[in-house]
């Protein structure tokens, strides 16, 4: 196992180079996948070493509930360990459980209240709020989807924006876009270095969303000028996991980009360009932590089984 254990923690700023890379130069919806796969598996590999730092680290202090044949001095010769690396992962470990937990419980708590506050109201798929502040958000469901905008963003659109908008919000909930951002928000909160890619993770979407909505309009400006026109005077969506029109952010950068060209679709960028680069040393980094984790993993359990009674 060895120093190997602590890769999966460092590893993930080898995904750093991608999370630019790829909101520049792939097509947003495979940007968005790689980068939400990338920082999933990271993010459980890191917390799995922490696991493993505190198991082993700690078999041998006073009072803990393992074994005895885990702290045998034969065991503790045979996996390397770090006591100081150990008792340090144990407050660790606590603030990643309170820290994702506090993460799932916001994001469903948020959208429980906001399907309460929509009872009563018509069955529809578009729900138009008598509201002065404006603002729009997918509102995904269990058994129903439903599109939540304010009478005072629909009066500041003009009929053909209005319809961006809705196709906007359409894309978000047929790609169950709060999933990637819930999984990027999560691994951002056990492993800090995977922040830059919930950042972008955050940004694909919304670039997945436009291009699906100016494909479903038929004219890139169109939805360019809703976007701008929206987040001049949107507050954004309730919380990070719902995908809103007009988040704060990047938006003169989405703006630009709807007034190039469409992307084209790549299965997966050439290994002779800068993002393939960077796509391929994410890959070997992702490759590596699980490859590491799983390794000291397999070492660990089957040593201390060896070492457990039955």
């Known amino acids: 196992m060895g120093v190997f254990v602590f890769l999966p923690l460092v590893l993930p700023l080898s995904a750093w180079p991608i999370a630019r890379l790829a909101e520049q130069h792939l097509h947003p919806r495979l940007a968005t996948r790689l980068l939400t796969a990338v920082a999933g598996v990271m993010a459980l590999c890191s917390t799995v070493c922490l696991g493993l730092l505190m198991v082993v680290g700690t078999a041998q202090l006073p009072g803990n509930p393992l074994p005895d044949g885990w702290s045998d001095p034969e065991v503790r010769a045979a996996v390397p360990y770090d006591e100081v690396a150990g008792r340090a992962a144990i407050p660790v470990l606590l603030a990643v459980a309170v820290v994702c937990g506090r993460t799932l419980w916001r994001h469903g708590r948020v959208r429980r209240r906001a399907h309460r506050a929509l009872t009563g109201l018509p069955g529809k798929e578009v729900v138009v ?12 469901g269990r058994t129903r989807d439903r599109i939540v905008v304010t009478t005072a963003l629909l009066a500041g659109l003009r009929p053909a924006e209005r319809r961006a908008l809705f196709a906007h919000e359409r894309a978000h909930l047929a790609a169950r876009h709060h999933r990637f951002l819930l999984v990027s928000q999560l691994a951002a909160r056990a492993n800090p270095f995977l922040g830059p890619l919930r950042t972008a993770v955050s940004y694909t979407t919304e670039r997945w969303a ?10 890139r400006r169109v939805v360019a000028r809703a976007i701008g026109k929206a987040a001049l005077v949107s507050r954004g969506t309730p919380v990070p996991t719902l995908a809103g029109f007009a988040l704060p952010g990047p938006v003169p950068r989405r703006v630009a980009a709807l007034l190039r060209p469409a992307p084209a679709p790549r299965s997966w960028p050439s290994m002779f360009t800068a993002v393939g680069l960077a796509a391929w040393a994410a890959a070997a980094g992702t490759a590596a932590s699980a490859m590491s984790s799983a ?6 359990v089957l040593i201390l089984r060896a070492a457990t009674p039955l």
Request: proline share 11%.
């Open 295 to 300: 390794n000291s993993a397999v070492t660990m």
């Open 210 to 219: 436009d291009e699906e909505a100016a494909r479903a309009v038929g004219d």
């Open 129 to 140: 709020l008598p509201d002065e502040e404006p603002y729009a958000y997918a509102l995904p």
